[in-house]
């Protein structure tokens, strides 16, 4: 038999930055019996999560949900909009920026990447991975395109593999301030329910999401959340399409069911998960991650090692990108830490892989997971023979100490 629990005492510490660790209340709600996905339970069930979703992604328009990961709802955001040799903006921000590019490339758009200009000393293999999209970059190459070819400009909002989190409005500004038509596609796997976004204010036309991060569910649904231009625009799309056209899931899903069977245990967990999140209170949630990124932040400072993304104001509340010293290999170090503390980092992705770790600090977390998982990461850098300045877990303990945990201005009337 193979023994799947191989962590011989206390909780293993999943600091990845997703999956996420999944809240004991959300695993009981998915220990339901499955039901029948056409009879009446499940319908009340399906129209709930379809309402509710959409407060997620702040939008009145439909958001469909995949049995898939992350990776099918980029495809569907692609073959609902887009037809055969469609040329697509792409900004290549990271290692999720270049998949998706890659994806559309083999789909037959033809695809323009769009990189950070500058050069860096620690990373000069990847110094556009430093940085978050450039908003002015998207405008100037968008006023060149007057005959209005491009038809869809695609970002990711926060870059997993790095820890930038993009300004998705500023996009949309640009993309105005060009006068073009083209289509904002904005892959929110990660910054979803971590970070605001705001689908319909910042007008994104398909924006794509994914169960495993801020939703805190284990991996296996994903979203598109559908503009009324969007829509339109499937209505003329070309690109091959059975499974992921929108058309029959929208029209179905107005009573709360699917053409295809749902997964329905994690329906159920999603319900869960809603009714955590809106019931804390979405500016809430995004607070409680940026404080607990500022905390992380505060540690690899005390530590001066420096942290992947160059740009303050774009560093991500989802996770922290730490790079290591010349000579140092990253994943030797997050496998020592595995091994000793049981404690899982993610790993540098593409073309930083050994170069960098990643913490996560998102979803179902504390103060104290994240301490531990800082205590975790000194020793095994120290263990690793890193010589850090001083300690990283003393400076968070000082900011977690000095803020509150519940901001002010958001707490809830006693
Ligand atoms: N985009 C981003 C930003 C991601 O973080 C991920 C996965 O981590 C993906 C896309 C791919 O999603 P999946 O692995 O669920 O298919």
């Keep these: 038999m193979l023994d799947l629990d191989f ?61 898939a990961s992350g990776t099918g709802a980029w495809e569907a955001a692609l073959v609902n909009t887009l037809s055969p040799g469609d040329a697509v903006l792409m900004v290549e921000t990271g290692h999720f920026a270049a998949l998706w590019q890659k994806m559309a490339a083999r789909l037959g758009l033809a695809t323009e990447i769009l990189v950070a200009p500058g050069s860096d000393a620690l990373l000069p293999e990847a110094p556009h991975w430093r940085r978050g999209v450039q908003p002015d970059q998207i405008e100037a190459r968008l006023r060149k395109d007057s005959d209005k070819k491009i038809k869809a400009v695609c970002v990711v909002h926060n870059e997993t593999s790095t820890g930038a989190l993009s300004d998705i409005a500023a996009v949309r500004k640009a993309i105005d301030a060009a006068g073009h038509p083209a289509l904002l596609l904005v892959d929110s796997i990660s910054g979803l329910a971590c ?51 929108w058309d029959e899931i929208v029209a179905m899903n107005a009573d709360g069911y699917w053409p295809t069977t749902p997964n329905t245990n994690l329906l159920y967990g999603l319900h869960e998960a809603l009714e955590m999140l809106l019931g804390e209170g979405l500016d809430h949630v995004f607070a409680r991650h940026e404080r607990w990124a500022e905390g992380v932040r505060a540690a690899v400072e005390a530590w001066q090692l420096p942290i992947q993304c160059v740009e303050p104001q774009r560093r991500s509340p989802v996770l922290t990108g730490v790079i290591m010293p010349a000579g140092v290999d990253a994943d030797a170090v997050r496998r020592l830490i595995y091994e000793r503390f049981d404690l899982s980092l993610g790993t540098g992705l593409g073309k930083v892989k050994g170069r960098m770790f990643r913490i996560g600090h998102l979803g179902d977390s504390n103060d104290l997971t994240l301490l531990a998982t800082l205590a975790g990461c000194e020793m095994g850098l120290k263990l690793a023979g890193v010589s850090l300045a001083g300690s990283g877990v003393q400076a968070a303990m000082d900011r977690f100490a000095a803020t509150d945990a519940v901001p002010r201005s958001l707490a809830k009337a006693a």
Excluded at 34 to 61: M, Q, S, Y
Excluded at 223 to 229: G, K, L, T, Y
């Design 7 to 67: 962590h011989p005492t206390g909780r293993h510490f999943l600091q990845i930055p997703g999956p996420s660790p999944v809240p004991d209340r959300i695993l009981r709600a998915m220990s339901l019996p499955t039901i029948d996905h056409r009879g009446p339970e499940f319908g009340a069930l399906g129209r709930k999560v379809l309402a509710d979703i959409r407060k997620v992604f702040k939008t009145r328009h439909p958001v469909v949900i995949y049995p």
């Design 195 to 245: 970070a605001d976004l705001r689908h319909d204010e910042w007008g994104i036309d398909v924006t794509v999401g994914g169960s495993q991060k801020g939703l805190m569910l284990p991996p296996g649904i994903a979203f598109n959340a559908i503009s009324p231009r969007a829509l339109e625009a499937a209505k003329t799309a070309r690109l091959p399409r059975a499974f992921w056209s």
